[in-house]
Structures are given as structure tokens and as C-alpha cells.
């Protein structure tokens, strides 16, 4: 139930009415449960060029036909990237991520030393780093060890808080960037002034002790981090309903 | 105007060892009856250009047809890895492959420059990212009148654009609907450019969202009834979701993924 947990953590952080991209998995898990919770008017938005869906069910691929059937519109791809997500349209983004850093940087194109023959060959960026530097303000979503949460990604697909002594504002990014890294541990958060990641808050049952351990590096931790509270009664309901009923 | 042709003399004509072949299709109308064409017909040393890369692109890199994969995001979506891809980049089997690799906005530009006749677009990029110094086609440029740095992506002009599309008329005008990606730039950005059609009608339907390509837009068409099987054509067939599931167990292993091309494509390596 790690993925529920990191779920419902990020679906209470989005608001009603709010523009939101989202990819397939983790991040249109926690979107579809806030579409079907408090935030009924979540627009949705995805990078095949589909606006303002209500996915019937867990989409498999970003083309599902259960996006595109509910879509209020179907726009070509150039157009989605450049109008409507260049053109400062999406206050959200939820981005999955194999691997993610001290700064919020997330590695999605290679694991190892070289580029040319990595170790693990990962799909590469997608729309990540577009969506990171565009959109309002960013959620990352990673179940979280210590291959997972490292001090340094071995590859910036996507820039965070700040690539080495780089600063988003340095880059020239208009949003935000990641607002917070949700794990199935707990709830980190950019310190203002370095940008470095924070344990702000966790999820129930897990423990400062557990959030060190599955990090590679020393780990901040705010004075008293919160607690999440376990998912409602409705909430699980709508997981159960979402997960019962992936995409045939 | 479009010529109408058989797909097995479409793809003969239009297509040559070592050229840069465009298939386009965004996990929908995916252009997979031509693709297996391509490789029945031995067609080798192929720069292959798709911003998606998925099964196609996995089984064309898994019999060493693919020098060079643009792209930018290479996975069987939804399911994990594209297995075929990885041994090639990781291990070289059955043969090394270079890889120029973009972000899809980066991509989608680049198709955008390429339809437009012009060398570049300008856009907000790749900056902050490890890409740049592996990749080429992205280069950063002053605006002229802001001074704001943006990055340029270099136009793709391949030598042919293959797509897959619900429905042409007997003038050879294509039409395609529901998710429409990149196609429409793809075919204007290729010298050449064939597309694989679920149907040809007397008149086409207005259709909402539809793209239309004037037959004068198109090189060659076939028919391909199901020709973007496992993915869709809106109203037309279903995405075939199994399908991927069942892929990543026949790409993880080479003797399985070989006999299964043998067997269900008709082509060895």
C-alpha cells in the first residue's frame, strides 16, 4: 500500500480547480483519487495533447482511450508543449521519478558512470523537463531507498531547486520547481534559502529513523515533522475502486 | 497527387538502407503494419526518428535494424523497460546504437522547424539538464530582443515520414482524428511520406478534432486495415493493453524475442 499512501498524500495537495499535467502511474493514481475527493474540479491535462479529462479508469499509457474519449479537447502535441504548457497555462505538475536528489533533481535516462553504456538504460526525459521548469509549481513522487534518494543523481534529466551551484532563478525558470518530494516515508520540502530537500512531515507508521535510512545522504529534518493522517474511509474507497480497475 | 499502393511496393519505393525514417504515432495510431513491412523487406542501417519509441521501435533496434535512434522518451508505457532497447544500449546486442536524445518538447519543435522550412525553433529547454553535451540539435542562443537565453533545437528533415491514419478518400486525401501527436509535422517536415490507412472511403466525414492531409501532402497511401495493432485508431479498433503486458516478457529474453519475430513477423535477424 506504499503507492496509495504516496497517493493520497499528493492528491490532498492539489486544489480545486486547478490546472494539473500528469503522467501515467503514481502521479495520475494521486490525481484521478483528488478528481474523486476534494478536488472535483481538477483539470487534468496530459502530454499526448489531451485537456481537461476524467479518466474512467487507471490509464495505462498517456494515449489511453479513456483519456482521450473523456477529454474535453484533443490538441496536436507541438501545441500542448508550446501553448499551453510554455505558455504558463499549468499551475501543477506531478512528475514520477526513478531517481531524485538532495536538490530535486530527477534522474529518468541513465544509472551508472557513462552515458554511452550505462548500467541501467532508464526511458529518458519525456516531457519532465519542460513541465519542471514551466508549470506553477512541481510535486515529485518516488518510492523512496537509498538507490533512490541520492546526494547526487548520476544524470540531470530534470532540473530541480539547483543543479550544483545553479539556481532555478540562475535558469531563468518561471515556476517554482519542486515544491515538494512525496515518498512513501514521508513529505520533504526545498529549504528557501539553499533549496535543499527537508523531512517536513510523515506518513503514518513511519519513523524519523526510517527517513535516514533511506536516504543517501544527511538527511534535514524539520523541528517536528508532521503526521500524515491514514487515508478516510472515502478515500480508500476510491483507491480501492482505482487499483481494483486498471486499464483491461 | 497520392499514389494508392500495395503496402509491400509503398514501402519498397519509399524506403532505402540508411535512410531517415520518421514513424510517428503517440501510443495511438501507432504505424505498426508498415513497420513490420520494413523489416520483411530487410530495410537495414536505418536512423530511426520517433519521439516514443515503444514496441516498433523495440522490435526494429532488437534485429539490429537501427543505427541511430532519435528520440525522446524510449519505454513500453504504462508496462516499464523496452528491453530490446537496453541490451542495445547497455550490452550492443546484436549491434551498437547511437542515440540522439531530445525531450519531447524539444522533439515536437524540432518537427515543428522541419515543417516550417526553417533551420531552428526557439524555446524554453533543456537548461539546468545533463543533455545538452550528449546530445546534438540543441544549442543555446540570446533572444534578439530580450536577451533572455533560450534554447534552439535543429530542424528534422527526414527522407521519410510514416504514419498510420483511420480513413483515406479514393483522391488519396488522408484523415485522422483523436489523438493526433506529431503526425501532421511529421509527413510536412519529410521528402517523402507514406501513410497506412484503416480504410479507404468515397467521401471523408467531418470529424471533431480531425487533421486532414491534401493528397498532394502525400506521397504514397496503403491500406492497412488494424495496421496500428496493439495501439488504436480512435473509433476504429481497441488499444490492445494484454499486448504490452505480454511484450515485456518476450523482450527480456533474446532467444524468446528472436523466435517470436520468426514466428509472428515472418523475419529472422
Same mark, same amino acid.
Given at each position: 500500500m506504499s503507492d496509495a499512501a504516496i497517493a493520497v498524500a499528493v492528491a490532498r495537495m492539489l486544489r480545486d480547480g486547478e490546472v494539473c499535467f500528469v503522467g501515467v502511474g503514481l502521479p495520475s493514481l494521486a490525481a484521478m483519487l483528488a478528481q474523486r475527493s476534494l478536488a472535483p474540479n481538477l483539470y487534468l491535462v496530459y502530454e499526448s495533447g489531451v485537456l481537461g479529462t476524467r479518466p474512467p479508469q487507471l490509464p495505462l499509457s498517456v494515449a489511453d482511450p479513456g483519456l482521450a474519449g473523456t477529454a474535453q479537447t484533443l490538441v496536436p502535441v507541438p501545441e500542448m508543449f508550446n501553448y499551453w504548457l510554455q505558455g504558463g497555462h499549468v499551475d501543477v505538475g506531478l512528475l514520477g521519478a526513478a531517481q531524485v536528489d538532495r536538490f530535486g533533481n530527477v534522474n529518468s535516462t541513465v544509472v551508472g558512470d557513462g552515458y554511452d553504456r550505462p548500467r541501467v538504460r532508464l526511458p529518458g526525459a519525456g516531457g519532465a523537463p519542460e513541465i519542471a521548469s514551466a508549470a506553477g509549481r512541481v510535486v515529485i513522487m518516488v518510492r523512496q531507498s537509498v538507490r533512490s534518494f =541520492?546526494?547526487? =543523481?548520476?544524470? =540531470?534529466t530534470t532540473a530541480g531547486q539547483r543543479v550544483g551551484d545553479t539556481t532555478r532563478r540562475d535558469l531563468g525558470f518561471p515556476g517554482r520547481g519542486p515544491v515538494a518530494v512525496v515518498t512513501d516515508i514521508g513529505i520533504y520540502e526545498p529549504d528557501p534559502d539553499d533549496g535543499e530537500l527537508v523531512l517536513v512531515a510523515l506518513q503514518p507508521g513511519r519513523s524519523v529513523e526510517e527517513a535516514r535510512a533511506a536516504t543517501g545522504w544527511d538527511l534535514r529534518v524539520a523541528p517536528e515533522p508532521r503526521r500524515l493522517l491514514p487515508p478516510t474511509a472515502s478515500e480508500q474507497a476510491v483507491l480501492t475502486a482505482l487499483e481494483g480497475s486498471p486499464a483491461p | 497527387m497520392a499514389r494508392f499502393a500495395p503496402l509491400a511496393e509503398a514501402v519498397g519505393e519509399l524506403v532505402h538502407d540508411g535512410d531517415i525514417v520518421a514513424l510517428e504515432g503517440f501510443s495511438h495510431l501507432v504505424p505498426f503494419a508498415a513497420g513490420h513491412e520494413l523489416l520483411r523487406q530487410g530495410r537495414r542501417d536505418l536512423t530511426l526518428v520517433r519521439m516514443v519509441p515503444d514496441l516498433i521501435a523495440d522490435q526494429l533496434i532488437g534485429l539490429g535494424r537501427v543505427r541511430r535512434l532519435v528520440f525522446s522518451w524510449a519505454g513500453n508505457? $504504462?508496462? $516499464?523497460?523496452l528491453h530490446r532497447f537496453r541490451d542495445a544500449v547497455e550490452h550492443g546486442w546484436p549491434r551498437p546504437i547511437e542515440l540522439e536524445e531530445h525531450t519531447h518538447a524539444g522533439m515536437a519543435n524540432r518537427y515543428v522547424a522541419g515543417a516550417s522550412g526553417l533551420p531552428c525553433m526557439l524555446m524554453r529547454g533543456y537548461a539546468g539538464t545533463d543533455l545538452p553535451p550528449h546530445t546534438d540539435g540543441v544549442r543555446f542562443v540570446s533572444c534578439p530582443f530580450t536577451g533572455e537565453s533560450l534554447a534552439a533545437v535543429s530542424a528534422l528533415r527526414p527522407d521519410v515520414a510514416i504514419i498510420h491514419a483511420q480513413r483515406a478518400d479514393r483522391a488519396g486525401n488522408v484523415q485522422l482524428w483523436g489523438i493526433v501527436g506529431v503526425q501532421k509535422e511529421a509527413v510536412l517536415a519529410a521528402r517523402r511520406a507514406l501513410v497506412t490507412v484503416d480504410r479507404v472511403v468515397d467521401a471523408l466525414e467531418p470529424r471533431p478534432g480531425e487533421v486532414v492531409l491534401p493528397s498532394w501532402a502525400v506521397t504514397t497511401i496503403s491500406e492497412a486495415p488494424g495496421g496500428a495493432w496493439p495501439t488504436y485508431g480512435q473509433d476504429d479498433s481497441v488499444r490492445d493493453d494484454a499486448f504490452y503486458r505480454e511484450w515485456d516478457a518476450i523482450a527480456r529474453d533474446r532467444d524468446r524475442f528472436t523466435n517470436w519475430m520468426v514466428e509472428h513477423v515472418g523475419v529472422a535477424a
Amino acid at each position: 500500500m506504499s503507492d496509495a499512501a504516496i497517493a493520497v498524500a499528493v492528491a490532498r495537495m492539489l486544489r480545486d480547480g486547478e490546472v494539473c499535467f500528469v503522467g501515467v502511474g503514481l502521479p495520475s493514481l494521486a490525481a484521478m483519487l483528488a478528481q474523486r475527493s476534494l478536488a472535483p474540479n481538477l483539470y487534468l491535462v496530459y502530454e499526448s495533447g489531451v485537456l481537461g479529462t476524467r479518466p474512467p479508469q487507471l490509464p495505462l499509457s498517456v494515449a489511453d482511450p479513456g483519456l482521450a474519449g473523456t477529454a474535453q479537447t484533443l490538441v496536436p502535441v507541438p501545441e500542448m508543449f508550446n501553448y499551453w504548457l510554455q505558455g504558463g497555462h499549468v499551475d501543477v505538475g506531478l512528475l514520477g521519478a526513478a531517481q531524485v536528489d538532495r536538490f530535486g533533481n530527477v534522474n529518468s535516462t541513465v544509472v551508472g558512470d557513462g552515458y554511452d553504456r550505462p548500467r541501467v538504460r532508464l526511458p529518458g526525459a519525456g516531457g519532465a523537463p519542460e513541465i519542471a521548469s514551466a508549470a506553477g509549481r512541481v510535486v515529485i513522487m518516488v518510492r523512496q531507498s537509498v538507490r533512490s534518494f =541520492v546526494s547526487a =543523481v548520476d544524470f =540531470v534529466t530534470t532540473a530541480g531547486q539547483r543543479v550544483g551551484d545553479t539556481t532555478r532563478r540562475d535558469l531563468g525558470f518561471p515556476g517554482r520547481g519542486p515544491v515538494a518530494v512525496v515518498t512513501d516515508i514521508g513529505i520533504y520540502e526545498p529549504d528557501p534559502d539553499d533549496g535543499e530537500l527537508v523531512l517536513v512531515a510523515l506518513q503514518p507508521g513511519r519513523s524519523v529513523e526510517e527517513a535516514r535510512a533511506a536516504t543517501g545522504w544527511d538527511l534535514r529534518v524539520a523541528p517536528e515533522p508532521r503526521r500524515l493522517l491514514p487515508p478516510t474511509a472515502s478515500e480508500q474507497a476510491v483507491l480501492t475502486a482505482l487499483e481494483g480497475s486498471p486499464a483491461p | 497527387m497520392a499514389r494508392f499502393a500495395p503496402l509491400a511496393e509503398a514501402v519498397g519505393e519509399l524506403v532505402h538502407d540508411g535512410d531517415i525514417v520518421a514513424l510517428e504515432g503517440f501510443s495511438h495510431l501507432v504505424p505498426f503494419a508498415a513497420g513490420h513491412e520494413l523489416l520483411r523487406q530487410g530495410r537495414r542501417d536505418l536512423t530511426l526518428v520517433r519521439m516514443v519509441p515503444d514496441l516498433i521501435a523495440d522490435q526494429l533496434i532488437g534485429l539490429g535494424r537501427v543505427r541511430r535512434l532519435v528520440f525522446s522518451w524510449a519505454g513500453n508505457p $504504462g508496462v $516499464g523497460s523496452l528491453h530490446r532497447f537496453r541490451d542495445a544500449v547497455e550490452h550492443g546486442w546484436p549491434r551498437p546504437i547511437e542515440l540522439e536524445e531530445h525531450t519531447h518538447a524539444g522533439m515536437a519543435n524540432r518537427y515543428v522547424a522541419g515543417a516550417s522550412g526553417l533551420p531552428c525553433m526557439l524555446m524554453r529547454g533543456y537548461a539546468g539538464t545533463d543533455l545538452p553535451p550528449h546530445t546534438d540539435g540543441v544549442r543555446f542562443v540570446s533572444c534578439p530582443f530580450t536577451g533572455e537565453s533560450l534554447a534552439a533545437v535543429s530542424a528534422l528533415r527526414p527522407d521519410v515520414a510514416i504514419i498510420h491514419a483511420q480513413r483515406a478518400d479514393r483522391a488519396g486525401n488522408v484523415q485522422l482524428w483523436g489523438i493526433v501527436g506529431v503526425q501532421k509535422e511529421a509527413v510536412l517536415a519529410a521528402r517523402r511520406a507514406l501513410v497506412t490507412v484503416d480504410r479507404v472511403v468515397d467521401a471523408l466525414e467531418p470529424r471533431p478534432g480531425e487533421v486532414v492531409l491534401p493528397s498532394w501532402a502525400v506521397t504514397t497511401i496503403s491500406e492497412a486495415p488494424g495496421g496500428a495493432w496493439p495501439t488504436y485508431g480512435q473509433d476504429d479498433s481497441v488499444r490492445d493493453d494484454a499486448f504490452y503486458r505480454e511484450w515485456d516478457a518476450i523482450a527480456r529474453d533474446r532467444d524468446r524475442f528472436t523466435n517470436w519475430m520468426v514466428e509472428h513477423v515472418g523475419v529472422a535477424a
